[in-house]
């Protein structure tokens, strides 16, 4: 066998992503939960949540993401050299969901798939990505592509914390001469150990969760990885004192869009603190003398930041933020998500050459930012993602419905000789769904027709 040829622009080839056919309105949740007009919707950035019943969990959600990904791009399963998946929704201590999904391999006979599974929070999709980009980049390559797959079934206990749930799956190809480049060595992380959010009950897929704690933590994890970002840049472009000026576009991980603001503003604040006395800062001069571990819980600093950076959020964030708004977190997958919105939302003249970075953060606690580089036209992959035309398409659930089904979700979990009794006819086409639990926890899907 002759060793393939070294790649070059490794990234994304291709995206799409799978999210449920139903929704909860944020505005009638607040009414229905008996909290303040506003909380939801205004103090969250949230307008609509995706959600899923017992019928979905995160294998057949994921078979969903990746069957309808090779059958709309027409891409062979033998053309596939390695799977990874990034999840924090485990069903299994043991089996990966990578090895529930090689059922969509059998009739190409490829097993020859390399990747597992990869879990820390929120943050294993990037995991999953810089996997398959690594392997892709090494001497261990055979000349296939890579599947990431990257995505949760986010749920929470009653209560107001529920309204920041979500469910989505991104599918991701890689590959060299990718239209989304990986910039190669532009990496900055961060991880430390922290009990912010946390799922050490294994009886309930609800987590453990320090809410203050948890934002706190987020702000801390941009601030790290964005000036070691910065570090890398500086150094490998020879850009003398780089800041935010040199991101064309910033996606983040959402786990709320109001988040996203914070965490955007913080980017100015790193930029104040490189550069204190910089036009733009002119009006934030009183901050100057503020600590850093001052600043995570300094409300009017907080506010400061995010009036400085609101045209700049406008210009390289907001359009990034569709998916979030209206399915709510996905995990590890929501950054991907915010990728797929800003492609669906923004032109390939817009994009060419451009640099989309992008801030990850996973709980507990990991976080990197990284950043592509635009360099083939992404038209196509806009019109396959179709995002906003399918996000309109799902059906609304009133608040007590949504309810009722969280409750079934809950008694359920971990069942045995159990059959599910949601509602097949109101999914997608082309949905993958539990038709039953055995004695033994195994699992059977069907899948609901394409037309």
């Not at 897929?205 to 964005?226: I, K, W």
């Not at 009183?286 to 930041?305: C, I, M, W």
């Not at 800003?342 to 050459?353: A, P, Y």
């Not at 801030?359 to 635009?374: D, I, L, P």
């Amino acid at each position: 066998m002759t060793a393939p040829t070294r790649a070059e622009n490794i990234g994304v080839r291709a995206i799409d992503v799978y999210f449920p056919s139903r929704y909860v309105d944020q505005v009638e949740l607040e009414q229905h939960d008996g909290v303040s007009a506003g909380k939801y919707t205004i103090g969250l950035g949230q307008s609509k949540m995706a959600f899923c019943d017992d019928r979905e969990d995160i294998s057949s959600a994921c078979m969903t993401a990746v069957q309808n990904f090779m059958e709309k791009n027409n891409i062979p399963y033998s053309d596939i050299g390695r799977l990874e998946v990034g999840t924090e929704t485990i069903i299994d201590k043991s089996k990966s969901t990578k090895t529930v999904l090689m059922k969509l391999f059998e009739e190409s006979g490829n097993f020859n798939v390399e990747g597992i599974d990869t879990t820390n929070a929120c943050y294993g999709g990037t995991s999953a990505l810089f996997n398959a980009c690594q392997w892709m980049d090494s001497s261990a390559w055979d000349g296939r592509l890579a599947l990431v797959i990257a995505g949760d079934i986010a749920v929470y206990a009653k209560g107001s914390a529920r309204s920041t749930g979500g469910c989505g799956i991104a599918c991701i190809l890689v590959g060299p001469d990718a239209p989304l480049a990986l910039e190669f060595p532009l990496r900055g992380t961060f991880m430390e150990h922290i009990y912010d959010f946390y799922k050490p009950n294994m009886s309930s897929e609800f987590p453990t969760v320090d809410g203050p704690l948890s934002v706190t933590s987020y702000v801390r994890a941009v601030d790290h990885a964005y000036s070691a970002y910065l570090d890398k840049l500086e150094k490998i472009e020879n850009i003398s004192n780089p800041s935010l000026e040199n991101l064309d576009y910033v996606i983040w991980h959402s786990p709320y869009t109001k988040q996203v603001v914070k965490g955007f503003a913080r980017l100015a604040y790193n930029d104040f603190t490189r550069s204190p006395d910089a036009p733009q800062f002119a009006d934030v001069q009183q901050f100057k003398d503020v600590g850093r571990e001052e600043s995570y819980t300094n409300k009017v600093l907080e506010k400061a930041f995010i009036n400085v950076s609101k045209t700049s959020f406008a210009a390289k964030t907001e359009r990034s933020l569709l998916a979030a708004r209206n399915i709510g977190n996905m995990y590890t997958g929501s950054v991907f998500f915010g990728l797929a919105s800003l492609l669906s939302q923004v032109s390939f003249d817009e994009l060419k050459n451009k640099r989309i970075a992008m801030f990850s953060y996973g709980s507990g606690c990991t976080a990197s930012m990284y950043s592509f580089r635009v360099r083939a036209d992404t038209t196509e992959i806009a019109k396959n993602l179709d995002l906003a035309n399918r996000l309109e398409s799902r059906t609304k659930v009133s608040p007590a419905e949504f309810e009722a089904i969280m409750d079934l979700r809950e008694k359920t979990h971990n069942a045995i000789e159990y059959e599910p009794t949601g509602s097949v006819e109101s999914m997608f086409p082309g949905t993958y769904y539990l038709q039953k639990v055995d004695s033994m926890w195994r699992r059977a899907y069907g899948r609901t027709p394409l037309n």
